[in-house]
């Protein structure tokens, strides 16, 4: 079992950085894959970026390549997202979560969610 708790979502104009960060309980952190997820109102949940267990693989989505990046320090069971240029079009709640599937990019095969956090990037 694995409970996880983002934070580090606020308001930011256009242009800023955000830094989100996803505590996580549990001796097995280590063991899984951590993404990161955004919905915004009125969409469905999307894939924005994972990091993989063992030699810490990342992939991230078209849309936020070359901007965001993800990274994890496994002796403080924790996942983080950097966002930098921020867009309003990245206004959405971010969702941490786990996998044991180590490519993972789709939400079915992530075992354990956080309860999001609020990005707002005004314009």
């Known amino acids: 079992q694995v409970q996880l708790v983002e934070s580090g979502g606020g308001l930011v104009q256009a242009g800023g950085s955000l830094r989100l960060s996803c505590a996580a309980s549990?001796?097995?952190?280590?063991?899984?894959?951590m993404g990161w997820f955004r919905q915004a109102p009125g969409k469905e949940r999307e894939f924005v970026i994972r990091?993989?267990?063992?030699?810490?693989?990342?992939y991230a989505a078209d849309s936020v390549k070359g901007r965001f990046t993800i990274s994890r320090d496994n002796a403080k069971n924790t996942v983080y997202l950097q966002m930098n240029s921020l867009k309003p079009e990245d206004t959405a709640v971010y969702y941490c979560?786990?996998?044991?599937?180590?490519?993972?990019?789709?939400?079915?095969?992530?075992?354990?969610w956080g309860q999001g956090t609020q990005v707002t990037v005004s314009s």
């Open positions: 990091i993989t267990w063992g030699n810490g693989l990342t």
């Open positions: 549990g001796r097995t952190f280590s063991s899984y894959t």
């Open positions: 979560a786990a996998s044991r599937n180590y490519y993972c990019t789709e939400y079915r095969c992530y075992d354990y």
